[in-house]
């Protein structure tokens, strides 16, 4: 996902802006849009799990979203 479009809009001064997508919301745009995620409730969009995620599958999917911020 493209994320110039908001550099631009902090040049301009532009202090208010509202994003739409077209597919899921994927793990790194979370931080960006200060959308909360709860890795322990909603799998990981590359992931695999389904809707009901085991306890093994929380905790990789927890850790998974975690490293994948660095």
């Avoid at 532009?14 to 997508?21: H, L, P, Y």
């Avoid at 919301?25 to 799998?43: H, K, N, W």
């Amino acid at each position: 996902l493209d994320k110039c479009g908001n550099g631009i809009f902090h040049h301009l001064g532009i202090q208010s802006v509202a994003s739409t997508m077209s597919i899921a919301t994927l793990e790194g745009m979370f931080d960006i849009t200060g959308v909360p995620s709860f890795p322990a409730y909603v799998p990981g969009s590359n992931m695999g799990f389904g809707e009901r995620m085991t306890f093994l599958e929380r905790v990789v999917n927890t850790i998974s979203l975690s490293f994948g911020k660095f």
